[in-house]
C-alpha cells in the first residue's frame, strides 16, 4: 500500500479524534498548576503561573515518595515471579499437552480467566490477613495467580512454535530437562517475556481492587490506593488532587514515552497468540 | 533417563499448583462453601441450605444491581466495539503520522482506570456543566452524574473511553493479518468501501471480532474501579455494579455468607454470557 497517496481525509479524523485522547489529560496538567483562586475563572484556560507548589505540596501530603516506592516494589517483584513461574510453568504443559494430567492442568488454570474476581473476594480478605500476607508481598504472590491464566495462556502458545528438536539435541549431549530450560527455551522465549512482563506491570501498577482488599498498613498503599484514601481532603481541593492524579499516572506515561513502541508490540504480539 | 525427565517437568508446575490451588481455587471453594451458611465475615454460622440463594433474587438492591450492571456492559460493549473497529480501519489506512497516531490511542490503556475516573468525574460535575450553560446547551448544563436516570451514560462514555485502547489494538492485529490482494482484488471487481467491509475485511476479522466481544463483555459485567471512581454507586444505589455490592456489603456490611451466594450467581452469569457468546460468534465466523 506505500506506492498509494496519503488519505489525508482519514488522518484529518484520527487527529481530530485524538482530541477526545487528549482532552482529559490537558485538563489534568491544567488543574494541577492553577491555584484554588483560578478556579473560578474559564477551568481550561490555561494557568497564569507554572508553579510547582501543588506538586510539592501533594507529595508531602499524600507520602508520594513511599507509595510510589511500594507500588515499583509490587510491579518489580509481580514481573519477576510471572516471567520466572509462568514460563516454567508453560514450558512443562506446552512439552507434555498430550498427557492427560498436564492437558487437564492447562484447562484448570485457563478456566481461571472466567472466574470473577468477587467470588474470591471475600474469602481471600480472611485468608491474606490469616497468614499475615495482606503486604506488599502478598500483593506480588496473589498478582501472579490471577495472572497466571493470561500469562500461561501467551507463553504455551509460544512455546509451541519452538521446534523441539533443540531440545533433543541438548538432551543427547546430556543436558538436564532444567539446563535445557534456562540454558535453550528460556532466551528463546525472549519476545513472550517482553509481552509477560508488559501486561503484568501495567496490570500490577494500576491495580485498585487487589491493594484495596489485601493492604491494610496505610505506609503500604500504592499509588490508586493513595488516591481512593485522599479523597476526602481532595474533594476541598481540586488542584492538590490534580497534582497528586497526575504524579501518580506520570511515571507510567514517561515510560510510555520512551517505549511506547515496545509496549505496543508487546501487547499486540500477546493478542495475535 | 525418561522417568528423571518426567519428574523435572513435575517440578516444573507443582509449585505453582499449590501457590494457584491455595489462592485461587480454595477461595473460590470457601465462597461456595459460606454461601450455603449464614456466616457475617465473623463468629459462629449454620449451615441455611439454599436460603441465601432464593433471598438474592427477591432482594431488590441486588436485582436492580444486576440490571444496571447488564445495561451498562452490553452498551459498552457493543459502543467499544464500533468505535474501535474504526478507528483500527483508520490506522490501517494509508495515512500520515500513523505511529504517533497509534500510539496516542493506546494511551488509555497504560492508564490506571481508577484515576482516570476521577479526572472523569471533574470532567461530568464541573466542566461540562460549565460548557453546557455558558453554550445555552441544557442537556449538559447539569452534572449528570447526579441524575440516578443519566448518572450510567457517564459510565459508558468513561468505560468506552478507557476500552476502546486495547480494542483497537486487537483490530489492529487482525487487520494486519489480511493480505493486501485481497483488497486489490475486490477493488477489481468495483466493490466500494462498504461492500469490501461487510464482504472482505469483516469476515476476515471476525475471530478478532469474537474474542473482543467475549473480553469487553465480561470485563465490563465485573466493573468495579469505573463505578468507585466516578458516582461511588450512587445517586442512591442506581449505578451500584454487582463486584461493588459483593465488595461493600460483603465485607462492610457483615453479608459474608449472602454476598458469597450472590458471587456464586454471578459466577454462573458470566460464565454462561461467555459460553453463549463464544457460541452465537462463532456460528456467525463459520458462515
Do not use: C
Not at chain 1, 63 to 90: D, E, G, K, R
Not at chain 1, 150 to 176: H, M, Q, R, W
Not at chain 2, 49 to 58: A, E, I, P, R, T
Amino acid at each position: 500500500m506505500s506506492g498509494l497517496k496519503i488519505n489525508w481525509k482519514i488522518t484529518t479524523l484520527l487527529i481530530l479524534g485524538t482530541l477526545f485522547i487528549l482532552f482529559p489529560l490537558y485538563l489534568t496538567i491544567v488543574i494541577a498548576f492553577k491555584t484554588p483562586e483560578e478556579m473560578g475563572g474559564n477551568l481550561l484556560a490555561l494557568p497564569e503561573s507554572w508553579s510547582f507548589d501543588n506538586f510539592l505540596t501533594a507529595i508531602e501530603v499524600t507520602n508520594f515518595y513511599q507509595s510510589f516506592f511500594n507500588s515499583l516494589i509490587v510491579t518489580v517483584a509481580s514481573v519477576v515471579m510471572a516471567i520466572l513461574i509462568h514460563s516454567l510453568v508453560a514450558y512443562a504443559i506446552a512439552r507434555n499437552i498430550h498427557k492427560k494430567f498436564y492437558k487437564f492442568l492447562y484447562i484448570y488454570f485457563i478456566s481461571a480467566m472466567f472466574v470473577p474476581f468477587p467470588i474470591i473476594m471475600l474469602p481471600i480478605v480472611k485468608q491474606t490477613s490469616f497468614l499475615g500476607m495482606d503486604n506488599l508481598l502478598g500483593l506480588a504472590f496473589l498478582t501472579i495467580v490471577m495472572h497466571l491464566a493470561l500469562n500461561v495462556f501467551i507463553y504455551v502458545g509460544y512455546v509451541k512454535t519452538i521446534p523441539i528438536a533443540l531440545e533433543e539435541a541438548a538432551t543427547i549431549d546430556g543436558a538436564s530437562t532444567w539446563t535445557t530450560f534456562w540454558k535453550i527455551i528460556f532466551p528463546l522465549m525472549t519476545p513472550m517475556h517482553a509481552t509477560v512482563g508488559i501486561l503484568t506491570a501495567l496490570a500490577a501498577w494500576n491495580d485498585f481492587m487487589l491493594p484495596l482488599i489485601v493492604l491494610s498498613d496505610e505506609s503500604q498503599y500504592t499509588l490508586p490506593l493513595v488516591q481512593y484514601a485522599f479523597q476526602g481532603q481532595f474533594s476541598t481541593n481540586y488542584n492538590l488532587a490534580f497534582a497528586s492524579y497526575l504524579l501518580a499516572i506520570l511515571p507510567m506515561i514517561i515510560v510510555y514515552i520512551f517505549a511506547q513502541k515496545w509496549i505496543i508490540g508487546g501487547v499486540m504480539r500477546g493478542s495475535v497468540k | 533417563m525418561k522417568a528423571k525427565k518426567d519428574r523435572a517437568f513435575l517440578w516444573m508446575v507443582v509449585p505453582a499448583f499449590i501457590l494457584f490451588f491455595a489462592f485461587h481455587t480454595f477461595p473460590v471453594l470457601q465462597g461456595v462453601f459460606f454461601s450455603f451458611t449464614d456466616y457475617k465475615g465473623y463468629g459462629s454460622w449454620d449451615f441455611t441450605g439454599l436460603k441465601n440463594y432464593f433471598n438474592v433474587f427477591q432482594d431488590t438492591r441486588a436485582l436492580s444491581a444486576y440490571g444496571f450492571t447488564f445495561q451498562f456492559a452490553i452498551i459498552a460493549t457493543i459502543l467499544v466495539n464500533i468505535i474501535s473497529i474504526f478507528i483500527a480501519l483508520g490506522l490501517n489506512a494509508n495515512i500520515k503520522f500513523r505511529k504517533t497516531l497509534r500510539a496516542t490511542y493506546f494511551i488509555p490503556y497504560i492508564l490506571s482506570v481508577l484515576i482516570v475516573s476521577y479526572i472523569f468525574r471533574f470532567i461530568f460535575t464541573h466542566v461540562l456543566p460549565d460548557i453546557g450553560s455558558s453554550l445555552g446547551i441544557e442537556a449538559i448544563s447539569t452534572n449528570i452524574l447526579g441524575n440516578p436516570d443519566l448518572a450510567w451514560i457517564g459510565i459508558v462514555i468513561l468505560a468506552v473511553w478507557q476500552a476502546a485502547a486495547f480494542n483497537t489494538l486487537l483490530y489492529l492485529a487482525g487487520l494486519a493479518t489480511i493480505d493486501q490482494q485481497v483488497y486489490e482484488a475486490a477493488s477489481i471487481d468495483g466493490a466500494n468501501a462498504w461492500q469490501t467491509f461487510w464482504k472482505v475485511t469483516f469476515p476476515l476479522v471476525a475471530p478478532f471480532f469474537t474474542i473482543n466481544m467475549v473480553v469487553a463483555m465480561k470485563n465490563f459485567l465485573m466493573a468495579f474501579d469505573q463505578i468507585v471512581g466516578l458516582t461511588g454507586g450512587g445517586p442512591g444505589t442506581s449505578t451500584e455494579s454487582i463486584s461493588l455490592l459483593i465488595y461493600t456489603s460483603g465485607l462492610g456490611g457483615g453479608q459474608f455468607a449472602y454476598q458469597s451466594a450472590n458471587a456464586v450467581i454471578y459466577f454462573i452469569v458470566i460464565v454462561v454470557i461467555s459460553v453463549f457468546q463464544l457460541r452465537v460468534l462463532e456460528r456467525r465466523e463459520a458462515k
